[in-house]
């Protein structure tokens, strides 16, 4: 299966690679263009060549600046790993999955803020397609801080 992570820093990285050694493809989206090139001809920062060194199969994970491109062929897509995300970056990342996705997707919120916002995360998201006239697309909304952690 092929799995979406917004973002690249630790938590970002430690969840992609445990979906990997699952079995999982995981493509990592982050909006530094510079920093995404860098990567992918192996230059890596200390945090992340201690995560992806020791990755089962280096062709199970892509790195990307383009959402787009990495929604193409997700079926999951995680917008939110820890405390860092507030209520606003999380919208602005279902904002932007839902401008983007072309299929149906799952998308996986992980923070652990104190509130409920898979309402919210939903209408953003039917809001964005209903703007492109995407009204036949599907998605499910999951919000669990806990999903995949030990």
Same mark, same amino acid.
Not at 42 to 52: A, H, S, T
Not at 107 to 122: A, M, V, W, Y
Not at 127 to 143: H, M, N, P, Q, Y
């Given at each position: 299966?092929?799995?979406? &992570? ?13 979906? *990997?050694?699952?079995?999982?493809? *995981?493509? @990592? *989206?982050?909006? %530094? @263009? #510079?920093? &995404?090139? =860098?990567?992918?001809?192996? @230059?890596? =920062? ?6 992806? $060194? %020791? ?5 199970? &994970? ?5 959402? $787009? ?11 939110? #790993? =820890?405390?860092?995300? %507030? &209520?606003? =970056?999380?919208?602005?990342?279902? $904002? #932007? *999955? ?32 209903? $703007? ?11 919000? %669990? ?6």
């Amino acid at each position: 299966m092929k799995i979406s &992570v917004i973002g690249m820093d630790k938590s970002e990285l430690l969840s992609g690679k445990k979906l *990997v050694e699952m079995g999982n493809e *995981v493509i @990592y *989206v982050c909006k %530094d @263009y #510079e920093h &995404v090139n =860098n990567v992918k001809k192996g @230059y890596y =920062n200390y945090i992340e060549k201690e995560i992806l $060194k %020791d990755l089962p199969k280096k062709q199970a &994970v892509d790195f990307t600046s383009d959402l $787009k491109e990495a929604l193409e062929e997700s079926v999951m897509c995680f917008i939110a #790993e =820890n405390e860092k995300y %507030d &209520v606003f =970056n999380i919208l602005a990342n279902a $904002k #932007e *999955v839902g401008a983007n996705m072309t299929g149906h997707t799952f998308i996986i919120d992980r923070s652990n803020l104190p509130i409920n916002r898979e309402k919210h995360i939903k209408e953003t998201i039917k809001s964005e397609l209903e $703007k492109r006239g995407a009204t036949d697309l599907t998605f499910e909304v999951i919000s %669990d801080p806990n999903f995949l952690r030990n």
